[in-house]
């Protein structure tokens, strides 16, 4: 087949497959809520066994992190991450995978600069830029409590 | 048992919401993971500030609290109860405080996954 290189890209462009941005979307939905409506069930078991909610408030997010931890580790987490696409990533679970699946696969690198510091690429700049935002906010807090505002 | 379902409906529609946003983020603008999280640390941080994540907690539960935007409403209501109870110097403690149990179990399932499972090999 003989084609000049703007017939060529026109091929292309008609062969390569569209973004299916609406069923990444349905994906997304569909797996970020399932994600939380776990997490709501684990909340209220634990507050029905008389846990104190402010422990409760801390124990969720830690189960949703071993339990997709464990899922990370036995390969099942990347499965589901393919399909769900944005749906396990921003719910706590994408953090616990984004920490947990470097420090798995470095450990060839050694402890300490592989898996004690990569399982830091996105956890670190999430910390980071997290932690600023909460101190920039404690001080303009600091003034309007002390301001009587808030 | 009406109110249980129409409390998982609104834990639902606010948690697959949230994700929604960002697939349409990876999608639209090729947003990496990474700038993502932080994006959604930092704004949940910010909702918080200006007093509209609070009342979307109160609504959908878990629904606001597991998506990342949680953990940055985790960080700031971390400082304002730090900054009340410590004054200045909570600003400092605070964030992490509230975030602290998270953050440590992440850490110590990355260390006992990474002792227990085999990576794959990089291709």
């Known amino acids: 087949m003989n084609l000049d290189a703007r017939t060529y890209q026109m091929y292309a462009k008609s062969r390569s497959k569209k973004s299916p941005v609406f069923v990444d979307c349905l994906c997304a939905f569909l797996a970020g809520g399932v994600i939380c409506c776990i997490a709501e069930c684990f909340y209220r078991v634990y507050l029905h066994l008389h846990i104190p909610e402010n422990n409760v408030r801390i124990l969720v997010p830690v189960t949703m992190i071993v339990t997709a931890a464990l899922l990370t580790g036995i390969g099942v987490f990347d499965k589901i991450a393919k399909r769900a696409g944005a749906g396990t990533l921003v719910p706590i679970t994408g953090f616990a995978n984004a920490v947990v699946s470097p420090a798995i696969d470095s450990r060839a690198e050694g402890f300490i600069l592989g898996v004690g510091a990569r399982m830091f690429v996105i956890a670190g700049p999430v910390i980071v830029y997290g932690t600023l935002a909460s101190v920039v906010w404690g001080v303009i807090y600091y003034f309007l409590h002390k301001g009587g505002i808030m | ?123």
């Open chain 2, 1 to 123: 048992m009406k109110g249980l379902i129409l409390d998982f409906v609104f834990v639902f529609a606010v948690g697959g919401g949230l994700c929604v946003i960002a697939q349409l983020l990876i999608d639209y603008t090729k947003m990496t993971p990474a700038r993502i999280l932080v994006t959604y640390v930092v704004t949940g941080v910010v909702l918080t500030a200006i007093g509209l994540y609070e009342p979307l907690v109160s609504l959908a539960g878990c629904g606001a609290t597991t998506p990342l935007t949680g953990f940055g409403y985790a960080l700031a209501r971390g400082a304002e109860s730090a900054v009340r109870e410590r004054g200045l110097v909570g600003a400092l403690t605070g964030g992490l405080t509230g975030t602290a149990g998270g953050i440590t179990a992440a850490v110590t399932c990355g260390f006992l996954a990474a002792l227990t499972f085999r990576g794959k090999p990089k291709t």
